[in-house]
């Protein structure tokens, strides 16, 4: 479960939101770029401190700024997948995919078979050993949704996850992001400024403007927005 109650004062506005989601749920935070969504998920991953307020997570309090408790973001078991990827361009996928578990100092052999388990259910075996950075965009996004799963993350955040991808690589990320969540009991947390992901993906959703949540609710209950809705 993830409580997120949250202040932070930004150049143009205040971000004030209060966030839940469940294990197994998909929450969608769609709103104007802007608006405060990706900063919403840098302060809930440790990247930006909050200026007030408090982020629980699986019952672990991971800051509250009325007991100085801020734990760092390598410590929050967060898989973190931004809008660009970001995946390491000169060392081949399945390092990529690795990096995570080496952080967290565990076995070759444990490594060398999560590696090669997320590499068959992404569907990456035959590029296993290509330079990150001669992928194409969904070849990317698919390594960087591997190395966020392969860590057991207690929360998966998606920042723009289908923006570059063409209408076949988004179709196949949304399933594997809806399965792998679902499958592992995580509460998940995407960021768009589309309608369409929100109902290929969302369970709940979140209107967000200037920082502050204007509607909450089923995404195929939402009254409609100003935010651009295209259908890609």
């Known amino acids: 479960m993830l409580d ?38 840098n302060i809930i991953s440790g990247l930006v401190t909050s200026d007030t307020g408090s982020i629980r997570l699986d019952g672990s309090v991971l800051f509250d700024s009325g007991t100085s408790v801020d734990v760092p973001a390598e410590n929050r078991r967060i898989g973190y997948v931004f809008q660009n990827s970001a995946v390491f361009p000169h060392i ?53 949704l591997a190395r966020a799963l392969a860590t057991g993350p207690a929360l998966l955040m998606l920042d723009e996850p289908f923006t570059a991808l063409d209408a076949e690589n988004i179709r196949r990320v949304k ?25 290929d993906v969302g369970d709940r959703m979140y209107v967000i403007n200037r920082g502050i949540r204007e509607w909450e609710g089923r995404p195929e209950d939402e009254p409609g927005c100003t935010c651009r809705n295209d259908s890609r």
């Open 4 to 41: 997120v109650a949250i202040r932070k004062k930004l150049r143009d506005f205040s971000l004030d939101l209060s966030i839940h989601a469940k294990p197994g749920e998909i929450v969608v935070l769609m709103g104007e770029n802007g608006a405060g969504k990706s900063t919403a998920l």
């Open 92 to 144: 081949p996928v399945r390092e990529n995919i690795a990096f995570g578990l080496r952080a967290q100092h565990k076995s070759p052999l444990f490594i060398r078979e999560h590696v090669g388990h997320w590499l068959q259910v992404m569907g990456l075996e035959d590029i296993a050993d290509v330079k990150a950075g001669n992928l194409s965009g969904g070849q990317k996004q698919r390594v960087a």
């Open 175 to 199: 399933e594997l992001t809806r399965t792998f969540v679902t499958e592992m009991a995580i509460p998940c947390l995407v960021v768009t400024h589309r309608i369409s992901d929100c109902r």
